[in-house]
Structure formats: C-alpha cells, structure tokens
C-alpha cells in the first residue's frame, strides 16, 4: 500500500508493481508470508517446506489449504504419510481448524496414503501410479486447486538410488503442475548443513523453497523462517521470526511495515500540563516518546498519566506491563492520585502483563499486534522493555522493538515505552533513534537526599524546552517545577527550600530597607519643604520691603519735583529759559 508520499510496502515491492510481467501467486492467508512472497506461492508450481521436528510445516501447508477452502473458494487436498485422517484433524482442532467440517462441505479430502517401504524393496517396484491415481481423481471430483503432501520422506525413503528419488520427485511435480495445482510438499531437515532436506535433492526440483527452524537460545524457544529460493520472482531473504498460536501460523516480517506512515499535526495531553507546555502543547498523536531514567525516577508514573489522561477524553488505553501485575499497577498509582481502575471497569482501558521470558521475542510482537487489531487503543505504553533483554541478545531484542514501534505508528497509536537508562544518560535498548520524543529522568543526590529531574532530550518537528525540571511526585499526580540555580549549580529538594527561605529572608529585609528609606525620604521631604515655606515666607517679606522702599523712593523723588516746581514759581523763574539757560 502506497502512502501517496512515495512510500512503498513490501508486498507492492515484492510483487512487482513497475508495470512487468509478475508471477501468477497464490495467497496463502498466512499473516506476514503473503508480505515477503510477495503474494503467495507460485501459483500452479510446487513447494518445498523444509524443518526439523516441530518447527510447523504440516501447520503451514494445513492453514494453506484451509484459507484456500475458506477464503479464496479453493478447494484442497491434504495427503498424509504419516497420520490418519482423524488424528490430523484432531490435531489442528484446537487452532480453529475444522478439518472435518470443510471435508463435509466438500471444499477438503484428507487422504492417508500408507506406503511400507520394505515392500517396495523386496518387490523392487518404484511406481506410484496408485498416488497419482488417487491424487487426480481428487482434484477432478473437487475441482482442487491446491494439494498439500505430508511428509515426502516416507515415500522416498526406502529408495536406493538418489537419481530415483530425483527422478520420482521430478514426475511427481511435473504431475501436479499438469494440473495446475498449487502444491506443498513437506520435507524433514536434513543432516547435512549444506542440505536442507534429508535427500537434499527435493530443494532443487521445487520452484519455491521455505526453511523453517525451532532454536532454543537463553532457554527461550524461537522460530524462524527463510525463504531460501522463488523462482520467478522478488522475494524476502532475511530470516523472519514466526509463531504457532491461537490464530494458527503467524509470520512477522521485520521489513514488512513500511516508512509509509501519516504524520498528524494534532496534539495530546500527557496528562501533565506543565510538560505538555514543555513540549510547545503535548504529543503529535501518533508519535512515539522513549523515557528513560533509573530505578526510581517516575518512568511508570508518566505512563500512567499518559493512560489516565486518554482515558478521560474518551480515547482507549493499552498498557502492556513487564515487570508488575495490573493490580499491583492500580493499587501504586492510587498513591499519586490516578485511578486506573475505573478505566479498566469502563473497557476504555486494557492491561497485559507478563514476564519477559515467559515467552520468545516473536511471540511478544504477535500479542502485541492481536491487543492492538482486537482493542484498536488510541494510546499504548510499553512499561519495562528493558526486561526484554534480560533473555535473547540485544540486536534481537531492538530489531523486536523496532517493529513494535513500527507497528503502532502504522496503526496511528501515539505510544510511550519506559526503560532503564545507563549513568551516561543512553538508554538500555538501542532504539532511541527511533522515537520521536525522548524524555531522560535523572536522580541527584545533594545535601543528603535524592531528587528527580527531568529532561527532554528530544522532540522532533516539535519547539521544546531546553530547560530542566523537579519532577516530584504528589497526592495529585506528577507535577513539574522551576529549578533553582544557585553558585553551585541545580537546587531541588531541601535545598531548594533552603534556597527559597533564604530568597523570602532576603525579600524581606529589601522590603525593610525600601520601608526605612522610604521613611527617610519622606521625613526629608517634609524638613525640605518647611525650609522652604520659610524661605519662600522670608522671600516674600524682602519683596515686600523693597516694594515699601521703591515706593518711597517714588514718593520723594515727586515731593522733591514738586518743591523745585513750587520754588521757581516763587522767583518767576522762566522754565523755558531756564532750560536754555535764562535771560541775558
């Protein structure tokens, strides 16, 4: 499926979608084989699946057969060396397999074809007309389109001559295709390293070679499949991990999701507003954030206000434990004032736990991937995924994480996984290049106490705070604070108590100080504003006396005018010549 971005999965790339002719393929309704064939089996062609005791290849040929008769309206036939009938169908009774139910309804034959290779060695007889015989009047009384043989080493066995067996497997491929059938042939693993049956022969007339194997590695079982050849097509070469579980045979191909997911623009809650500001409004949904830290820190913590904070709006809930039960998760986050309990009542939350050995890596994925198509959550957290390592090797592990991360981004689930962290802050699964935020949670011991702080070490296509934060567990939840940077560096704790006392203490005393000097200038004020009622009282006694003696001065200068005028008219005093300077 391509995404419209240039993203291709690997069927579309398999399959052969640049317009060439493709190998006509059948499908084999097998989850995560169809993907690496790229469709299916060859169609009309033989194959060969090869592997040791119990590794499951009749499971594989029989969910063949049953999705063709189910599914694709292909009717089979299933021929057994080794079983009866009825012992087959017992067998896979318990996967879902109704064997006899499809045999009822004629879209299935089970032949048991009993074959005593001594026989044929005494009598020196190597003809198998009678299984070719009762082979086509199968296929012609059903209209089978498909044919499973169980186990080809029973009839080939006894043969004393490779080049007969060859030659009897030649004819016996080349029958089937006559018929256009889509075959599989079982085979047990040979002895040989270089052989992948035990004649190793049958892998070179087969179009279609599958390589299953059953490991025992930490004392934890896993199984793997490799396709070893496909003629006439593009196919997948590494070694795929695969389970046998409820839903029958399960393929998990590490390649198969493709970089092809969307990318949303809208944002959630963590459940923390103050991180939720730290990371420019919260969580692209769909993204996937790593928070790592020590014992101790609050990892499981943030997981649950991401949960309890989905399931408040509504939105479903996975939390997947690894470490603790569900009930011992409840009860501890009771004490931080979240309760998840009333989620779970509600169905909008669902918690699986189980111990990281209990299974192998492979099947770990396959539950995760039925929790997530049967629950459809909005929101998943991984708690504890550094136990996964505790078992199988660490490329192992990460290559299993990476495809769980793929798996939730490809179904638009905004997940969060919680891990250990080492002392240089690297996480203990390498698979912090693949999340999109990641959150560091740190202890530092100072002044006789330990305290926690938080960190985003990334956020990508995101604004984010540089800044560290006190993570501090409450009655009511996480809550995130402002660190205190004194001379020697971060205060939290008591320390940052201390250093708040001493900021009040000091505040207090620059209050003090602004209240008396404040007094002082006042007082000043009032001083200088009496002095200056007085200067402007004695400023205005002087202006007053200059204006008294100005006007004296006045006066006198018109008393004195008057009495010269009052004189010269006493002595008849010409004023005109007197100006000119008087009679002559």
Not at 146 to 170: C, H, K, N, W, Y
Not at 200 to 226: A, F, K, N, P
Not at 407 to 416: E, P, R, S, V, Y
């Amino acid at each position: 499926m391509a995404s419209g971005h240039g993203g291709t999965d690997l069927t579309s790339a398999l399959a052969g979608t640049d317009g060439g002719p493709s190998l006509p393929k059948a499908p084999t309704g097998i989850r995560g084989l169809d993907e690496i064939t790229g469709g299916g089996l060859p169609r009309g062609r033989s194959t060969l699946v090869t592997g040791g005791t119990g590794s499951g290849k009749t499971l594989l040929g029989l969910q063949f057969l049953v999705a063709g008769a189910r599914e694709y309206g292909e009717p089979g036939v299933l021929v057994t060396f080794e079983e009866s009938a009825g012992k087959m169908s017992a067998n896979v009774a318990s996967l879902g397999f109704d064997l006899d139910g499809l045999q009822r309804d004629g879209l299935l034959v089970v032949h048991a074809f009993r074959v005593d290779p001594a026989e044929i060695v005494e009598s020196g007889e190597f003809d198998f007309e009678p299984l070719f015989a009762l082979l086509d009047d199968t296929i012609e009384r059903i209209g089978a389109k498909r044919v499973m043989l169980d186990t080809i080493e029973v009839l080939f066995g006894a043969f004393p001559s490779q080049a007969i067996v060859r030659a009897e497997l030649s004819r016996l491929f080349r029958r089937l295709e006559d018929r256009a059938v889509t075959a599989i042939v079982t085979g047990e693993q040979g002895d040989n390293a270089h052989a992948f049956t035990r004649h190793g022969i049958e892998e070179y007339v087969s179009d279609c070679v599958i390589v299953l194997s059953h490991r025992m590695q930490e004392e934890i079982s896993t199984r793997r499949l490799r396709i070893v050849k496909y003629r006439g097509s593009a196919h997948g070469t590494n070694e795929y991990p695969f389970l046998i579980s409820g839903q029958g045979f399960v393929v998990l191909p590490i390649t198969s999701v493709a970089l092809d997911y969307g990318a949303s623009e809208d944002r959630i809650s963590t459940g923390v507003a103050r991180l939720d500001h730290m990371l420019a409004g919260g969580l692209f949904r769909g993204s996937t954030v790593l928070v790592s830290g020590t014992a101790g820190t609050g990892k499981s913590t943030l997981g649950a206000h991401l949960v309890d904070a989905a399931c408040a709006r509504g939105e479903r809930a996975l939390l997947v434990l690894f470490e603790e039960s569900p009930d011992q998760v409840i009860r501890n986050m009771r004490s931080v004032g979240l309760d998840l309990g009333r989620w779970a009542e509600a169905g909008l939350l669902r918690m699986w736990a189980a111990r990281p050995t209990v299974f192998g890596l492979e099947t770990h994925l396959a539950i995760l991937a039925r929790l997530i198509e049967e629950f459809g959550p909005a929101v998943a957290v991984l708690d504890g995924i550094a136990s996964l390592i505790h078992g199988p090797s660490g490329p192992e592990v990460t290559s299993m994480l990476a495809r769980q991360i793929d798996l939730l981004k490809g179904a638009g689930i905004t997940a969060m996984a919680t891990t250990l962290a080492h002392a240089d802050e690297t996480s203990t699964v390498g698979i912090s290049s693949l999340v999109d935020t990641w959150l560091l949670l740190r202890n530092v011991e100072s002044d006789g106490e330990r305290d926690r702080l938080l960190y985003v070490l990334k956020s990508r296509g995101s604004a984010h705070s540089n800044q560290v934060r006190e993570f501090v567990l409450t009655d009511h939840g996480v809550d995130l604070l402002d660190v205190y940077v004194g001379p020697a560096g971060v205060v939290t704790g008591s320390g940052r108590l201390v250093q708040e006392a001493q900021e009040r203490d000091a505040e207090l005393r620059r209050g003090e100080e602004l209240m008396r000097r404040r007094r002082e200038l006042r007082r000043g004020i009032v001083e200088a504003e009496a002095r200056l009622a007085v200067l402007q009282d004695d400023l205005a006694a002087e202006r007053a006396e200059l204006e008294r003696i100005e006007a004296r001065e006045q006066r006198q200068a018109a008393d004195t005018e008057a009495a010269r005028s009052a004189l010269a008219a006493r002595r008849w005093a010409d004023p005109a010549s007197q100006g000119e300077g008087g009679l002559r």
